[in-house]
């Protein structure tokens, strides 16, 4: 039943292009390098122009979790739902209870009032709708639940120093405002983000350090040298070197136990299906960037 409801609830929602062209995760013909892409086009081309570019990657704490079903429900009539369906919903998520087992020891179930079940075919898409109106707070990009929003100088290309330090202070305000907005929404919501996971990073191929500490939510953001975006690690400067480095060794290190095994006692048709199954997925996620 799920299935065909999720079905023709997706259908509607493409057809009338309910769902914000940024989100790119479980849709029909897009895919994690797609985002990736057009992100890494992006910047590169902001980079190799000697402009430059700050990005932010946000983390949603405890997702599915996260989605409090009044103000899910809330949002539904706004898509053209028809009423039956609202109320169809409201009934799926009505009457769920969890229970916690420590050590062997079981607890009272306890009713819920937030969550989407975790393997429902219908739950990525009732998600979509929590979080569809975030995506218009500015310009952010997800797959899913992965969050990415930027900001970059499209000015001249040649500047003095101290217009340099201008347009960065520019920069930095704008991710923070972008930032300043999502913690609002955030809060009408009832979502929260993990601070201590979202990253900030600089994008520039220029000597002079880009040294930024914007705040969210009154905490200073991690800045590292590069910024890792759906498994795929990105430099400073738009390139994938680290990247590659990485998962060389991470796949020479499996294809060595791989072949190790095979000499004693794996025939050579199970070693194909390893090699395919834990080494080559390694190789060719995201080659294409």
Known sequence: MESIVNCQLMRHLEDHQ??????YGYRRGQSAGDLL???THRWAAAVESKREALAVSLDIAKTFDRVWHKVLLSKLPSYGLPEIL????????????INVVVDGASFDYKPINAGVPQGCVLSPTLFFLHINDMLETGNINCYADDSTGDALYTGR????RENVSEYRDKLVSEVESLL??????GRLN????NRQKTQVCALTAKKNPFVVSPQFQGTPLVAPASI??????ISSNVQFRGHLEEKAKLASKK????SGAGQYFMPAHRQKQLYKAQVRPHMEYCSHL
């Open 18 to 23: 309910l769902i914000s062209d940024r989100q």
């Open 37 to 39: 892409v057009y992100l």
């Open 86 to 97: 609202c109320k169809w919903i409201t009934s799926f998520l009505a009457d769920r209870n």
């Open 157 to 160: 290309a040649n500047n003095s």
């Open 180 to 185: 300043n907005k999502v913690s609002d929404w």
């Open 190 to 193: 009832l979502v929260q983000f």
């Open 228 to 233: 890792g975006i759906l498994g795929v690690d």
């Open 255 to 258: 294809l060595g136990v791989l």
